[in-house]
């Protein structure tokens, strides 16, 4: 089954939630763009580490991998609760340091050849003064600088965005042609189906086009999105405008009604 929104859904920015959700996009569109693009061009998923902060790590949900074992004091334990407890052991987790963020590059199968890089940012991506953050805008830099193309597919609200691109929509996605100025950008929001972009190759192939609508559908079916998703919760941070929280709320509610079939009884929504 489909989201209740006709573009993004808000309920996937929530950062526990998005790795999954990014994963799912960067596959979905690797398998899109691979059938369009074979067998001239070659696309792949490709992965960047950088180390995180414990503080990034906590915030944003990094499992650990790690474990020390300690075993407690038996002093420490109260006299009462030694003759009916046994004393545990204590495992304190230590988090992985490395962080992983995946993006999808286009390659020429003749030279190998990197044609064009195409970025989903995630919460660390756009966390003011992260490392995530940091390691972000250093590849956008240099790609930017180079003869690559770069493709940007901002789909949180929240979080920092560069100067030309802030408070203009909920949504985006940046298209800087490599050696080419200005940006092409598409500009969409809550209410729009997302925008079926240019992916620029290299002469003489002319752009295909990528259904970012298409794959966003594809990614939300293939996860099950609709089964695991609280819809009757509210909408993760940031908030939603008063309109379009109260255009949100209806269509969920019109949402969960289609699903539960017209004998089954209305089913209350928050206010999103």
């Known amino acids: 089954m489909s989201s209740p929104f006709p573009g993004m ?22 398998n899109y763009l691979a059938d369009l693009l074979s067998p001239h061009f070659v696309v792949r998923s490709e992965t960047r580490v950088y180390i995180s902060t414990f503080e990034e790590s906590i915030r944003w949900s990094v499992v650990p991998d790690v474990y020390v074992v300690t075993r407690p004091d038996p002093a420490s334990v109260a006299t009462i609760a030694a003759t009916t407890i046994r004393p545990p052991i204590l495992i304190e987790p230590l988090y992985d ?21 195409l970025e989903i940012p995630s919460p660390v991506n756009k966390t003011r003064g992260s490392s995530g953050q940091q ?12 003869k690559t193309h770069w493709i940007e597919i901002d789909l949180l609200r929240e979080g920092d965005r560069s100067e030309e691109l802030a408070d203009k929509s909920d949504y985006y996605v940046l298209l800087k042609r490599g050696k080419v100025s200005p940006f092409e950008v598409w500009f969409f929001d809550l209410r729009d189906p997302m925008p079926t972009i240019a992916v620029p190759l290299r002469p003489p192939f002319e752009d295909v086009p990528l259904d970012l609508q298409a794959v966003f559908d594809t990614a939300y079916t293939r996860a099950h999105y609709a089964d ?27 949402w969960l009604a289609a699903r539960r079939g017209p004998a089954a009884g209305p089913e209350p929504v928050r206010d999103l």
């Open 135 to 146: 390691a972000f805008a250093r590849k956008r830099k240099a790609v930017m600088a180079s």
């Open 9 to 30: 859904d808000p309920f996937l920015e929530d950062p526990t939630e998005w790795p999954g959700v990014h994963g799912q996009l960067i596959i979905a569109i690797q």
């Open 97 to 117: 340091e490395e962080i992983q963020d995946r993006y999808i590059e286009i390659y020429d199968a003749t030279n190998r050849e990197v044609i064009t890089t």
């Open 228 to 254: 695991s998703i609280d819809y009757t919760a509210t909408v993760p941070p940031p908030g939603l405008r008063p309109a379009d929280a109260a255009w949100a709320a209806t269509r969920v509610r019109e």
